[in-house]
Nanobody
């Protein structure tokens, strides 16, 4: 069983910065993809950014140039550095993992964290 725990959310003024962290616990050798999604009130959950085991990244158009994803899929950690935050970035941010390699096993399921709230407001 794998658990993802996020941290780093909070209240920030427009133009400010926050860094989100996510750590996966369990018997993990490597993870194929780790990433961040967000869900604003009344909206569907959407991809913010993700990173593959090989280091490839992808970003939502709305955050390109402002957010940076990083991490170590071998350690099961992923970070999201958010800068130049806007009120429309307000949402619950969720960590996701997919494709977990153990020492002698592969779990193709996706796992989600419980989410951390980011509020961008004066």
């Amino acid at each position: 069983q794998v658990e993802l725990v996020e941290s780093g959310g909070g209240l920030v003024q427009p133009g400010g910065s926050l860094r989100l962290s996510c750590a996966a616990s369990g018997s993990i050798l490597s993870i194929n993809v780790m990433g961040w999604y967000r869900q604003a009130p009344g909206k569907q959950r959407e991809l913010v950014a993700d990173i593959s085991r090989g280091g490839s990244t992808r970003y939502a158009e709305s955050v390109k140039g402002r957010f940076t994803i990083s991490g170590d899929n071998a350690d099961g950690t992923v970070y999201l550095q958010m800068s130049s935050l806007k009120p429309e970035d307000t949402a619950v941010y969720y960590c996701r993992s997919a494709g977990i390699w153990g020492e002698d096993s592969f779990d193709p399921k996706e796992y989600w964290g419980k989410g951390t709230l980011v509020t961008v407001s004066i």
